[in-house]
């Protein structure tokens, strides 16, 4: 199995499945941010990462690199938006 990070993002209060986006590994969480074009406007700002449902501070976003440690293991970043503070999409 080849190693990758899966993406995950849904918009606030909607129904189906969310959009995955498959990423090779050894970028910083702030490059993987910059890379899904499809979050909402003000998330840098207000959102929140989650890797395995751990959330990761903002101010580690530009250190933290999330790895697999196994060939058969995938490493789950999750993209949480503040619905009270993130402006609407561009």
């Known amino acids: 199995m080849k190693l990758t990070?899966?993406?995950i993002?849904?918009?606030?209060f909607t129904i189906g499945s969310p959009m995955v986006t498959n990423l090779?590994?050894?970028l910083r969480l702030s490059k993987l941010?910059?890379?899904l074009s499809h979050l909402p406007?003000?998330?840098?700002?207000?959102?929140?990462i989650r890797i395995d449902d751990h959330p990761v501070p903002r101010e580690h976003w530009?250190?933290?690199?999330?790895?697999?440690m196994h060939a058969n293991e995938q490493i789950h970043v999750i993209f949480?938006?503040?619905i009270f503070s993130v402006g609407a999409k561009p």
């Open 80 to 82: 949480h938006a503040n």
């Open 24 to 26: 090779p590994p050894g």
């Open 62 to 68: 530009h250190l933290v690199k999330p790895k697999a």
């Open 5 to 7: 990070i899966s993406a």
């Open 33 to 35: 941010f910059e890379r």
């Open 9 to 12: 993002y849904r918009d606030p």
């Open 41 to 48: 406007k003000g998330s840098a700002e207000s959102g929140e």
